[in-house]
């Protein structure tokens, strides 16, 4: 049964029947359903005529639930053209039960098209085996800390470890390599993956004029998403980059219609929606803080699924981030009360400085009302190992979480920019003006990465959506990282080792409290104890060596 699904998924155009009425097929739940169509007029470039500057897509197609768990559902999706006089319809299913659709459009042959299909729930198991299949990622809306983190639709706490993988859409990239990445990632623990779906800045899906799409290239780029989301990895789309002069070099309507555009159609995938990466940079591209607000709006309302949107910005400390007014460490300090921005994003950039100031800036951000997720999408990078050090990654990481953070994002290695060596050329040594190791190098297992992976797997081990940032429970330490249920439960990073005191309190005195210390290099629990509650405890780090720092993780658990 999951591989019948996946195949669906991967091969969807081999299954669509482009005929006026189409025959019943079976498709999974929160999986793209396909309709083909063939349309009776031609265009001279459709991506521009058929999709006109505040005007309505060229073709609807409404999905109304049937039967079973669907009946009284109803959808509209925007159709897009995909060449030729090709368009398509994605439909990802939210209920289990029969779905009939119908096409409307002006189009004769396109507003004939009707069909019907079978949407097939996920057992309990098959949603273990492959995490997207719990559906869209949302904001968590209920329980003491809405607003805070992310969930599936149905409810699962989702907790964001994502790679950063700015090019893998660029052309000639080997699919084959991209299998390994994502196998390897998911194999770790990631959960998401950073994708640019984009139509500048390398990638150019429309090419020089911003007009014309490439096809194949976009297919391509499609497969990639289609993948990793079988693999269970939500896809974290931007489909612009800020650049210099940007407001000349494409212009407001050709972003907007772009915008447009891939929304129309990734929106059946598991994907969260970044309006642009590095919006701010050179001023706004130009462009001014209320395009890009109005655009975050924009793609609000094309999505019929509300999936999550939110901004990557340039920090302070870069020209191109210093201009005007447009200068932020997150996007919490211009858009956060934005009605459509669902989570703040903050890159701090690259180097040790930058690093170091991730948790004031979370802490600021989880400050804000209303709540809103925070997260890191930019910290510094694991370019070769060193640089930056694992227990640098490390600290970001920890620091941010235990701040109040939803997660964390990592970039490193060849993934971080798609580095696919040529062994006819030279090694190279440098990509662009940051470091990179040679082809032989694993950088999949950059001890970093592997760091990464082991967060999520020990988070994902116990109920970490119910803690709350307490730094003020932690004393006599330097770095004062915690996040608690007090009186029940506390996660603290001990940065350097050493010895810290926690406040047990609320509990009482017989109460009795389980902890274990975490040796976050050698990945591994170090050992454990036992102490009563009712007051301020302290606790020593093992292997507390005065030569070398190491952190560690310190979990005290009540025992019931």
Same mark, same amino acid.
């Given at each position: 049964?999951?591989?019948?699904?996946?195949?669906?998924?991967?091969?969807?155009?081999? !299954?669509?029947?482009?005929?006026?009425?189409?025959?019943?097929?079976?498709?999974?739940?929160?999986?793209?359903?396909?309709?083909?169509?063939?349309?009776?007029?031609?265009?001279?470039?459709?991506?521009?005529?058929? *999709?006109?500057?505040?005007?309505?897509?060229?073709?609807?197609?409404?999905?109304?639930?049937?039967?079973?768990?669907?009946?009284?559902?109803?959808?509209?999706?925007?159709?897009?053209?995909?060449?030729?006089?090709?368009?398509?319809?994605?439909?990802?299913?939210?209920?289990?039960?029969?779905?009939?659709?119908?096409?409307?459009?002006?189009?004769?042959?396109?507003?004939?098209?009707?069909?019907?299909?079978? !949407?097939?729930?996920?057992?309990?198991?098959?949603?273990?085996?492959?995490?997207?299949?719990?559906?869209?990622?949302?904001?968590?809306?209920?329980?003491?800390?809405?607003?805070?983190?992310?969930?599936?639709? =149905?409810?699962?706490?989702?907790?964001?470890?994502?790679?950063?993988?700015?090019?893998?859409?660029?052309?000639?990239?080997?699919?084959?390599?991209?299998?390994?990445?994502?196998?390897?990632?998911?194999?770790?623990?990631?959960?998401?993956?950073?994708?640019?779906?984009?139509?500048?800045?390398?990638?150019?899906?429309?090419?020089?004029?911003?007009?014309?799409?490439?096809?194949?290239?976009?297919?391509?780029?499609?497969?990639?998403?289609?993948?990793?989301?079988?693999?269970?990895?939500?896809? @974290?789309?931007?489909?612009?980059?800020?650049?210099?002069? *940007?407001?000349?070099?494409?212009?407001?309507?050709?972003?907007?219609?772009?915008?447009?555009?891939?929304?129309?159609?990734?929106?059946?995938?598991?994907?969260? @929606?970044?309006?642009?990466?590095?919006?701010?940079?050179? =001023?706004?591209?130009?462009?001014?803080?209320?395009?890009?607000?109005?655009?975050?709006?924009?793609?609000?309302?094309?999505?019929?699924?509300?999936?999550?949107?939110?901004?990557?910005?340039?920090?302070?400390?870069?020209?191109?981030?210093?201009?005007?007014?447009?200068?932020?460490?997150?996007?919490?300090?211009?858009?956060?009360?934005?009605?459509?921005?669902?989570?703040?994003?903050?890159?701090?950039?690259?180097?040790?400085?930058?690093?170091?100031?991730?948790?004031?800036?979370?802490?600021?951000?989880?400050?804000?009302?209303?709540?809103?997720?925070?997260?890191?999408?930019?910290?510094?990078?694991?370019?070769?190992?060193?640089?930056?050090?694992?227990?640098?990654?490390?600290?970001?990481?920890?620091?941010?979480?235990?701040?109040?953070?939803?997660?964390?994002?990592?970039?490193?290695?060849?993934?971080?920019?798609?580095?696919?060596?040529?062994?006819?050329?030279?090694?190279?040594?440098?990509?662009?003006?940051?470091?990179?190791?040679?082809?032989?190098?694993?950088?999949?297992?950059?001890?970093?990465?592997?760091?990464?992976?082991?967060?999520?797997?020990?988070?994902?081990?116990?109920?970490?959506?119910?803690?709350?940032?307490?730094?003020?429970?932690?004393?006599?330490?330097?770095?004062?990282? !915690?996040?608690?249920?007090?009186?029940?439960?506390? *996660?603290?990073?001990?940065?350097?080792?050493?010895?810290?005191?926690? $406040?047990?309190?609320?509990?009482?005195?017989? $109460?009795?409290?389980?902890?274990?210390?975490?040796?976050?290099?050698?990945?591994?629990?170090?050992?454990?104890?036992?102490?009563?509650?009712?007051?301020?405890?302290?606790?020593?780090?093992? =292997?507390?060596?005065?030569?070398?720092?190491?952190?560690?993780?310190?979990?005290?658990?009540?025992?019931?």
């Amino acid at each position: 049964m999951r591989k019948r699904f996946l195949g669906l998924i991967l091969l969807s155009a081999s !299954c669509a029947i482009p005929a006026a009425a189409q025959a019943a097929r079976t498709g999974g739940q929160w999986e793209p359903f396909e309709v083909e169509m063939t349309a009776k007029a031609s265009f001279g470039n459709a991506y521009v005529e058929a *999709l006109p500057e505040g005007g309505k897509p060229y073709v609807s197609v409404t999905f109304t639930g049937v039967a079973g768990e669907a009946r009284g559902m109803r959808y509209t999706v925007a159709g897009f053209w995909d060449g030729g006089q090709n368009w398509k319809a994605r439909f990802a299913p939210p209920a289990s039960g029969e779905w009939s659709y119908s096409a409307s459009s002006t189009d004769a042959s396109l507003n004939a098209v009707k069909g019907s299909f079978q !949407c097939a729930a996920w057992s309990a198991e098959q949603k273990t085996a492959n995490p997207t299949r719990h559906g869209f990622i949302r904001v968590a809306k209920d329980g003491p800390r809405a607003g805070r983190y992310f969930e599936y639709a =149905d409810g699962t706490p989702f907790l964001w470890i994502a790679d950063t993988w700015w090019a893998w859409p660029r052309k000639n990239i080997p699919f084959a390599r991209f299998q390994q990445v994502v196998d390897g990632r998911v194999e770790q623990g990631f959960t998401a993956g950073q994708m640019f779906f984009g139509a500048n800045n390398g990638i150019n899906m429309l090419g020089s004029a911003y007009d014309t799409p490439d096809f194949d290239q976009i297919h391509e780029a499609e497969r990639l998403v289609a993948y990793a989301n079988s693999k269970g990895l939500t896809i @974290w789309i931007h489909p612009w980059w800020s650049a210099r002069n *940007l407001n000349t070099q494409a212009g407001p309507e050709k972003v907007r219609r772009w915008a447009r555009y891939v929304v129309q159609r990734l929106a059946a995938y598991n994907v969260v @929606w970044t309006v642009a990466g590095e919006y701010n940079m050179y =001023d706004y591209g130009g462009m001014g803080l209320q395009f890009w607000k109005d655009l975050g709006a924009l793609m609000r309302a094309e999505d019929p699924y509300g999936h999550v949107i939110g901004v990557h910005n340039t920090p302070p400390g870069w020209s191109a981030g210093d201009m005007g007014d447009s200068q932020q460490w997150s996007t919490g300090e211009k858009l956060h009360n934005e009605p459509w921005l669902d989570f703040n994003q903050s890159q701090v950039g690259h180097g040790k400085w930058r690093n170091e100031m991730v948790p004031q800036i979370v802490a600021a951000d989880y400050a804000r009302t209303p709540a809103k997720p925070i997260l890191v999408t930019e910290a510094w990078y694991e370019f070769i190992v060193g640089a930056a050090p694992a227990e640098d990654i490390r600290f970001a990481a920890w620091s941010a979480f235990l701040s109040g953070a939803a997660g964390h994002t990592y970039g490193g290695g060849h993934q971080w920019w798609a580095y696919i060596p040529d062994p006819t050329r030279p090694a190279q040594a440098r990509l662009g003006s940051n470091p990179i190791d040679p082809a032989d190098v694993d950088t999949i297992h950059y001890p970093g990465a592997n760091s990464m992976g082991f967060m999520a797997k020990l988070l994902q081990g116990m109920e970490w959506w119910k803690l709350e940032p307490h730094p003020e429970l932690v004393s006599e330490y330097a770095a004062r990282y !915690c996040s608690a249920v007090p009186g029940e439960e506390y *996660l603290a990073y001990a940065r350097w080792g050493g010895t810290l005191k926690l $406040d047990l309190r609320p509990s009482s005195p017989t $109460d009795r409290f389980r902890f274990t210390w975490t040796d976050l290099v050698n990945q591994k629990e170090a050992t454990h104890g036992e102490v009563s509650g009712g007051g301020i405890r302290s606790f020593g780090a093992p =292997d507390d060596s005065s030569t070398q720092y190491k952190d560690w993780l310190l979990r005290v658990t009540k025992v019931r």
